[in-house]
């Protein structure tokens, strides 16, 4: 597996999916190994997905310094990355947490980025994130599932306080579109593939200046597409378009019945957005964007 060395000296993986024009991903969690993103849903049928694996997770190596995990700190990496590939400019695409470093590597690089894709992403780098109130109104919409009323009671006991394992591991369904087996086996893989040290650093004190980095979003040149979940809570679709309407080129779709994990739930969708805004270069066909929103219209107005 293709290897580099961040500024600090610390050696860091990617991994190399598919073919075409390269698309740098930045994995969520916090500091989860890239592994969970897998293919994207198929998206290595059609660009050539370069999936860090960020410091001390995956095969990178684990810093000297564990402060280095904070998430502003972590911006070089990506920038090493980027020269390390020999791109003037790169199409990056974030998950969830994810989408914190993304957002401050384009307001400190804000040149180097083509096109920016934002895939159910955290936006404290902007001053916006979700709350308990927010996880509550995405938990109602599932109220008809079978696993609702045990799942919803752990959700209880980890807005009381409780950090339990067993909670987690009962919330997981609200992070799915279904329950289904493949959902089982992707949160399985959660708490293996995590550094936890390192995601208690990653947006500590100090992490994030959201006024000095909305300023630059505001300018930003690159086309920006927010990818949502119907029933994702982090971010709720609404919040979302609130995130959206930060950039000057954004456009925001809501995947119908998917949650945070979008390309898992509807692979087919999802890699027909990403693609269809990467390959217009950040420049939406009228007529798909539309489309989009019609699907969301008519599943909102079913019975």
């Known amino acids: 597996m293709p290897m580099f060395t961040a500024p600090d000296g610390t050696q860091l993986t ?21 592994a969970y993103l897998g293919d994207l849903g198929g998206l290595a049928a059609r660009r050539r997905l370069i999936l860090l694996d960020l410091r001390g997770t995956g095969a990178s190596g684990v810093p000297v310094d564990p402060a280095t995990y904070r998430c502003d700190r972590q911006v070089a990496d990506v920038e090493a990355l980027r020269d390390q590939l020999g791109l003037e400019r790169v199409d990056l695409l974030a998950h969830s947490a994810g989408g914190d470093l993304a957002l401050l590597y384009a307001s400190r690089h804000p040149r180097r980025v083509r096109t920016l894709t934002l895939v159910t992403a955290r936006a404290r ?20 599932e079978p696993w609702f009323t045990d799942a919803y009671a752990a959700y209880e006991r980890i807005w009381a306080g409780s950090d339990a394992d067993a909670d987690w591991d009962a919330v997981a369904p609200f992070f799915y579109g279904r329950w289904d087996a493949a959902a089982r086996a992707h949160s399985a893989t959660d708490v293996e593939q995590t550094n936890a040290e390192a995601a208690e650093v990653y947006a500590s004190s100090g992490a994030f200046s959201p006024t000095a980095a909305r300023a630059v979003m505001e300018t930003l040149d690159a086309p920006v597409l927010l990818l949502a979940g119907e029933l994702d809570s982090g971010p709720l679709p609404r919040v979302a378009a609130g995130i959206a309407d930060l950039f000057p080129k954004a456009e925001l779709t809501v995947q119908p019945g998917s949650g945070h994990y979008p390309w898992l739930d509807d692979p087919l969708g999802f890699t027909r957005t990403v693609s269809a805004f990467l390959e217009a270069g950040g420049s939406w066909p009228d007529a798909f964007t539309g489309q989009v929103r019609i699907l969301m219209s008519e599943r909102r107005s079913a019975p």
């Open 125 to 144: 780098a902007l001053g916006v994130d979700f709350t308990e109130e927010h996880r509550r109104e995405a938990a109602a919409l599932r109220a008809a």
């Open 14 to 34: 990617y991994h190399v999916r598919g073919e075409g024009e390269p698309l740098l991903c930045v994995p969520g969690g916090p500091m989860r190994a890239s």
